[in-house]
C-alpha cells in the first residue's frame, strides 16, 4: 500500500526557516519522480521542487537559491528545506510520489504537472510572517 506522510512545516518570520519532511512507504522500487507542490488558488497545484530517481532536482523560479528538496533512499524519506522564507511562501505543500519507477517524462520543473503524481500526502500549512 502505497502511503505518503509529511511532517514539520507551520510558522516562521521573514528570513527564517522549516523543514519538511515526507515518510514514503508502499513503494519497493522506488519512485522515478518525486517532489513538494503547493496549492494555487484557480490553477490547481504548483510545482515547487521535484527530484528524479537520479537524484536530479528542479525547482520553481521563486524558490531557486532558497529551497533545497532531498531524498534519503535508504530511510525512504523526502525532504524540502526552505531557508530565507517570505510572505510569499504562505501556503499549504504536499509531497507527492509518481506510482510507476521507469517514468517516461521528464521530472523537471517548470515542465512537470501535478497530475503526473500518483500518491499524495496531505497538506502541511507554512506560514511565513513579515
Known amino acids: 500500500q502505497h502511503r505518503l506522510l509529511g511532517s514539520g512545516g507551520g510558522s516562521a518570520q521573514s528570513g527564517g526557516s522549516l523543514r519538511l519532511s515526507c515518510a514514503i512507504s508502499?513503494?519497493?522500487?522506488?519512485?522515478?519522480?518525486m517532489g513538494w507542490f503547493r496549492q494555487v488558488p484557480g490553477k490547481g497545484r504548483e510545482g515547487v521542487a521535484v527530484?528524479?530517481?537520479?537524484?536530479?532536482?528542479t525547482y520553481v523560479d521563486s524558490v531557486k537559491g532558497r529551497f533545497t528538496i532531498s531524498q534519503d533512499i535508504t530511510q525512504n524519506n523526502l525532504y524540502l528545506q526552505m531557508d530565507n522564507l517570505n510572505p510569499e511562501d504562505t501556503d499549504m505543500y504536499y509531497c507527492?510520489?509518481?506510482?510507476?519507477?521507469?517514468?517516461?517524462?521528464?521530472?523537471?520543473?517548470?515542465?512537470?504537472?501535478?497530475?503526473?503524481?500518483?500518491?499524495w500526502g496531505a497538506g502541511l500549512q507554512v506560514t511565513v510572517s513579515s
Open positions: 507527492a510520489a509518481d506510482g510507476d519507477f521507469q517514468g517516461g517524462y521528464s521530472c523537471e520543473l517548470p515542465d512537470l504537472q501535478y497530475w503526473r503524481m500518483d500518491y
Open positions: 527530484i528524479d530517481k537520479n537524484n536530479r532536482a
Open positions: 508502499g513503494f519497493p522500487h522506488g519512485s522515478y519522480c
